[in-house]
């Protein structure tokens, strides 16, 4: 058995910065009763009204406060990620920010979650400023979370989380998660990774939303007096939990006897510099070694059609064009201090150690990156490499630069 440390009760939380108008602060009065016009627009029912009775019983906190009493938002790494120029203009501009907090139960239909979401999305409409999620750490696009609400209020693992990966000296992959923490859990890690094996971000999303599901459970079936929880050593993932995950319909008809395994394990004790996360492992089941087992998840939850392409090319003036994303490296470190969330419920948790993308950020079909959280501080990861498959989102026809000696670019076909 593995045992994991989880919550009963969590605290979403998201920071809207912008830069006050002519007529001044924001009026939160006005402000609740523009979120009861917004809800009632863009949060289908049956949520709209758990949204509307948690925000009732006062367990919905929206304060404003000037910008420097706050930690600095990490502009650098932001901008690695895919802030955009008018995001990144409000982000520098911000004088003040408004923090939606709430106390939520961690069970479905986590109506302070969706009524956190609801409010940031109200009232970056109202300021017109940018909403930074300080668990993921990232910029939330209102765009795409205007879809995220749906009348049950259901979680697609893959809308609140980030899947960074980074590549080590030794050549091998380090993949993890962020943002597992609103849901009560420690984040999931998995290691020595083919550097290949990039798209097994859907197979992180899918063991998330395992997680997920089985807090939930556990939660509601013990009334939230809950501080752990009891999984088998071994878990199964197939395509049907992945596409929930993803909010996605598998590529190929799922089948019951399409599923991996995974052996999970927690050690409080884990001397890193961040905090103890679930590590993925090969099972012990398994008739191969961690490689094997990796190539196997890769081609059971992607599908044969899914492979990665290699092509060679001239001299050294494509790695060069990168080498100056380099110097972002130090530059994108993120300091605890910087995890607003922490700093106004108390305590501070660690980011992951990986590095920024020496081979300069990748863009998504919206023409944006994905949001990532990975330093190289703790680590010693070489490069990071921020591409749709980090979000969950696999494409293909993009090419990522390695910067090795043998000069080859990858595309993901």
Request: aromatic share 4%; net charge positive; glycine share 8%.
């Amino acid at each position: 058995m593995a045992t994991i440390p989880i919550s009963g009760m969590v605290q979403p939380v998201l920071a809207v910065y912008f830069v006050p108008g002519s007529h001044g602060l924001p009026d939160l009065d006005a402000a609740a009763r523009d979120l009861d016009d917004w809800a009632s627009a863009h949060v289908p029912s049956p949520l709209r009204e758990a949204v509307a009775a948690f925000r009732k019983a006062g367990l919905l906190t929206v304060s404003v406060r000037p910008a420097d009493q706050l930690p600095p938002l990490p502009i650098e790494l932001l901008q690695f990620m895919g802030l955009g120029e008018l995001e990144d203009r409000i982000a520098r501009s911000s004088t003040h920010v408004v923090l939606v907090l709430a106390k939520d139960l961690n069970r479905p239909p986590r109506a302070g979650l969706w009524a956190a979401l609801a409010a940031a999305l109200s009232v970056r409409d109202l300021v017109d400023g940018v909403i930074f999620d300080p668990e993921a750490l990232r910029i939330v696009k209102p765009e795409d979370a205007i879809d995220w609400f749906s009348p049950n209020g259901e979680v697609r693992v893959a809308q609140h989380i980030i899947v960074p990966f980074s590549i080590g000296d030794r050549g091998l992959g380090w993949m993890t998660t962020r943002g597992l923490g609103k849901f009560g859990l420690p984040d999931l890690e998995l290691r020595d990774l083919p550097p290949n094996l990039d798209k097994l971000s859907i197979f992180m999303n899918g063991v998330a939303q395992y997680m997920v599901e089985a807090t939930f459970r556990e939660v509601a079936a013990r009334k939230a007096n809950v501080d752990r929880l009891e999984l088998p050593a071994e878990i199964s993932i197939d395509r049907a939990q992945v596409a929930r995950a993803l909010h996605a319909k598998p590529e190929e008809p799922p089948a019951d006897d399409v599923r991996v395994t995974a052996a999970i394990r927690f050690d409080s004790d884990q001397s890193t510099s961040g905090p103890p996360m679930i590590r993925i492992e090969r099972p012990p089941s398994f008739a191969g070694d961690t490689g094997v087992w990796l190539n196997h998840v890769a081609s059971e939850l992607l599908g044969k059609s899914h492979r990665i392409l290699m092509a060679e090319t001239e001299g050294d003036e494509v790695p060069r064009r990168f080498e100056a994303g380099r110097s972002l490296v130090h530059q994108a470190r993120v300091s605890n201090d910087d995890r607003i969330a922490r700093v106004h419920l108390g305590g501070r948790q660690q980011m992951a150690g990986h590095q920024a993308d020496r081979a300069g950020r990748q863009r998504s079909e919206r023409g944006r990156g994905p949001p990532d959280g990975h330093d190289g501080a703790a680590r010693r990861g070489r490069y990071l490499r921020l591409d749709a498959a980090a979000a969950g989102r696999p494409q293909r026809g993009r090419l990522h630069v390695k910067g090795r000696s043998r000069r080859r670019v990858r595309r993901l076909a």
